[in-house]
């Protein structure tokens, strides 16, 4: 599908929890010649999940987007179980996003301590 954007015949929005898939496939974009903000190579990750990996990819100019699932909690809890199952390195992103959350944290709140 990147060969197929970078040719001005395709679209798709990617959505990925795995901050090593979605660096490759940010490469792969780079490598191809996608231009940043091409509306026609998108990602896309749950609400909550994977931030550092949207963040990043938003930094790196890419267009990003963040979902969340609604409706009755009998179903959305479902589907949210699901989802971490598939998504097994969601644990290691939720410490890596832990860790850059704190890091944000400090360096707001050192300006107010002095």
Do not use: W
């Not at 509306?39 to 987007?65: C, D, E, I, T």
Request: glycine fraction near 8%; charged fraction near 25%; hydrophobic fraction near 45%.
């Amino acid at each position: 599908m990147l060969e197929r954007i970078a040719n001005g015949s395709g679209a798709v929005v990617l959505t990925t929890h795995n901050v090593e898939s979605g660096n490759k496939a940010a490469a792969k974009a780079r490598d191809l010649g996608i231009e940043k903000g091409n509306p026609k190579l998108q990602f896309a990750q749950l609400y909550g999940m994977a931030n550092a990996l949207s963040f990043g990819l938003r930094n790196a100019g890419f267009v990003v987007s963040k979902y969340m699932p609604f409706g009755p909690v009998e179903l959305v809890m479902h589907y949210l179980l699901r989802r971490a199952i598939e998504n097994r390195g969601l644990l290691s992103t939720s410490t890596l996003d832990r860790v850059l959350l704190r890091k944000e944290l400090k360096r707001r709140l050192k300006p107010a301590i002095i």
